[in-house]
């Protein structure tokens, strides 16, 4: 019995031994480098996946860099690449938008346009911003993003950091690509005497990049005084002679605007394209050169555009929702821009001019009334 039980003993022990043994060698030979190939790929997928995140991380680091320090330009501005433009803003102005455009693709190099107050430098800015905008402009320019800054922002300093805010500005601008920065009235942040702001070396970083492009604007009296007594300043900013607009030319900048006032103001102009456009002309004849009142340093345009838009006050004033050739009357006999004696002479005309319109209109408000 007990040799039977060792022969089974023997023959069990091995089979469970010897037999299976051999088989799991095989086994785990096979699992062994299942496993290795499993965690190497598992280790690639780590590692890929780690550096997806990464890079996931960085581009959102980034993306936000770019927002806030774009949060801190509008903070300060506004942006004329995503404003919202009914018309060309700077109708007529070709020749300076030309010649602004030149000048930003030289390297190193800003702009600076100088001419009278009133006579429309802004809206040549807002021209290239128009043009940048609709893909209209050089290779070189296109995704530039253009910012107006206010200059009562930038000049002082910042109270929680003691840090003067125009170099708050300019240390934001340096993380900044395609760029351009319009600082409207810009002799006002280089001064006089022995607080001069050294606005040329502050800025000099960025425009030496050639990623960030300045563009002024002053008046001639301003430029002579305050910018030719710069010399860093003349040499890294190339000036641009805005003339005053011509007649012709007000006529077609007041036709281009006026839409605008009635998208502002939610209310439309009366009469043909025909009559406005002499309305237009009227209000241009009225403010020509030797008609306005010196002191209030106006010009066309913008001396023509504020008689247009009191015109639309007046008809707003009186819950209209047409501005009338009424409304025109008043805004002429009631402006301050234009010589009294002037006026006197300009109303008489004006009733010549449109003396069919005004009683038709007068004839219905007294129908309407009865």
Do not use: C, W
Request: net charge negative; no cysteine.
């Amino acid at each position: 019995m007990n040799d039977n039980l060792e022969i089974i003993d023997d023959n069990y022990l091995n089979k469970s031994v010897t037999l299976p043994n051999e088989d799991l060698e095989v086994i785990d030979d096979d699992k062994l480098n299942t496993i290795d190939d499993l965690i190497d790929k598992i280790k690639e997928n780590k590692e890929e996946l780690e550096s997806k995140q990464n890079n996931d991380t960085q581009a959102i680091e980034k993306i936000n860099e770019v927002t806030n320090n774009f949060e801190l330009l509008e903070k300060f501005g506004e942006n004329f690449t995503t404003k919202e433009y009914l018309t060309n803003p700077a109708i007529g102005r070709d020749k300076e938008i030309q010649e602004l455009i030149v000048a930003l693709l030289t390297p190193e190099k800003s702009a600076i346009l100088v001419g009278k107050p009133g006579i429309g430098k802004t809206a040549i800015v807002e021209g290239l911003g128009y043009k940048i905008k609709n893909d209209d402009v050089p290779n070189a320019l296109k995704g530039y993003t253009i910012f107006k800054l206010n200059t009562a922002s930038l000049t002082g300093v910042n109270p929680t950091t003691n840090e003067l805010k125009i170099q708050q500005i300019v240390d934001n601008l340096k993380h900044q690509n395609k760029v351009m920065v319009f600082i409207d009235e810009i002799h006002t942040l280089i001064g006089t005497g022995e607080s001069t702001l050294d606005f040329a070396n502050i800025f000099k970083p960025i425009i030496d990049r050639g990623t960030v492009k300045l563009i002024g604007a002053t008046t001639s009296d301003e430029y002579d005084r305050y910018i030719l007594r710069d010399k860093a300043f003349v040499r890294r900013f190339q000036k641009i002679d805005v003339a005053e607009p011509t007649r012709e030319m007000v006529i077609q900048i007041m036709m281009g605007t006026y839409p605008k006032f009635e998208k502002k103001m939610n209310l439309k102009l009366k009469y043909s394209d025909f009559i406005k456009e002499k309305i237009m002309a009227f209000i241009t004849d009225l403010t020509s050169e030797f008609k306005r009142v010196y002191e209030t340093s106006v010009r066309y345009p913008d001396i023509s555009l504020t008689i247009l838009q009191q015109a639309f006050s007046y008809a707003s004033f009186d819950n209209r929702n047409e501005v009338t050739i009424r409304d025109i009357r008043k805004a002429i006999k009631t402006t301050k821009l234009v010589y009294p004696d002037v006026i006197k002479k300009e109303l008489i005309r004006f009733n010549k001019e449109f003396k069919d319109i005004y009683l038709l209109e007068t004839k219905q408000i007294l129908k309407d009334e009865i």
